[in-house]
């Protein structure tokens, strides 16, 4: 006679580790169908995936009563659980959306469903870039005055050949020596940040360091270099921003890159992505990444053109960051 224990089936567990598009959670996403995956859990010895579900939703509400307004795959018969595509309603630029999942295993149990995951697209198309490219100095700024609490604020942006961002005097990420490393005539790589704990009701500024990188050097009359790499002929330090704010009280604010920035020199005199940089600190400018900071001696900004390329999410790509700091030996 079998036991009690021999008839149980195996407990199956809801899944885990929910990605999309290879990262937890992401912002920026911007391709049309991005991919989920996921991990199983099955107390029993070699179970596999029959089956999946997914749910996509526009409000978390609607997934805690297991709707999906956006997609709802119904139980599709499978045993992937890596890489499998969005098949639901368009997705929309600077969205935010809510997913879960449950499972069947192969002798037809089904687990519960998943803990709430989320992902956010960023700017989908070309003509969702309010801003223009923008340059004349290393050191960009423009201050603005926001009305209400903040509730939700993400930040876009892409600066040729590197840049840095800031927001009252704060660095925004960690992202180091961004965007990657692309022909910039035909891709332009932006990062999306949210930068809603960065702002603030009232005054706040923003400022934007540039580098040349490998946009804007100046090989011309280096010999042989023409023969091995790209020169972009009168290439500048260049940047485009878009900041999209939520507030509180429901309004909008959207501030991007335009005439009204101002632009200085800053403390980096020369920079170059194999010799290195030489700074001084004596033109340093203390404060000029905050709204009290005295700008009226800067230059208005100048509008550039485009690098040429399309400008493209960086997305879920591994950035560069800031591993160790080597102290220096001596300071002369």
């Keep these: 006679m079998s036991s009690h224990r021999e008839k149980e089936l195996p407990e199956i567990q809801k899944p885990s580790d929910l990605l999309c598009e290879y990262a937890v959670d992401p912002i920026g996403v911007d391709v049309t169908h991005p991919r989920f995956s996921w991990i199983l859990k099955h107390s029993g010895r070699a179970r596999l995936q029959s089956a999946y579900r997914i749910l996509v939703a526009g409000a978390p509400e609607l997934l805690l009563n297991d709707k999906g307004d956006i997609w709802d795959s119904k139980k599709v018969k499978s045993d992937k659980s890596v890489n499998v595509e969005y098949r639901g309603k368009p997705l929309e630029s600077k969205t935010r959306y809510y997913w879960k999942i449950k499972w069947w295993d192969d002798a037809g149990q089904m687990s519960a469903f998943s803990d709430t995951a989320v992902f956010e697209m ?4 070309q003509k969702d870039w309010n ?14 005055v ?7 604020a993400r930040a876009f942006i892409c600066g040729l050949g590197w ?26 790589l932006y990062s999306s940040f949210d930068i809603t704990g960065l702002l603030r009701k009232g005054e706040n500024a923003v400022g934007i360091m540039l580098g040349n990188g490998r946009y804007a050097q100046d090989w011309s009359g280096t010999p042989g270099v023409k023969d091995r ?3 972009y002929r009168n290439a500048v330090p260049k940047v485009i921003l878009q900041l999209e704010i939520q507030l509180d009280d429901g309004s909008h604010l959207k501030l991007v890159t335009d005439e009204t920035w101002k632009v200085s020199k800053g403390p980096i005199v020369t920079n170059d992505i194999y010799d290195g940089e030489v700074y001084d600190a004596r033109l340093e400018k203390s404060g000029w990444d905050s709204f009290g900071y005295d700008d009226a001696p800067w230059e208005k900004a100048g509008l550039l053109p485009t690098p040429g390329g399309e400008l493209v999410s960086q ?18």
């Excluded at 926001?146 to 939700?152: A, F, N, R, T």
Aim: net charge positive.
């Design 122 to 125: 960023g700017l989908l198309s």
């Design 131 to 144: 801003g223009v490219w923008i340059g004349g100095g290393d050191l960009l700024r423009r201050k603005f």
């Design 146 to 152: 926001i009305g209400d609490s903040v509730k939700q």
């Design 163 to 188: 840049y840095e961002l800031r927001i009252n005097e704060q660095k925004v990420g960690d992202h180091q020596l961004d965007p990657g490393l692309t022909d910039y005539e035909k891709i332009a």
């Design 229 to 231: 790499l790209k020169i």
């Design 315 to 332: 997305g879920t790509c591994p950035p560069i960051k800031k591993i160790k700091t080597t102290q220096s030996v001596t300071v002369s």
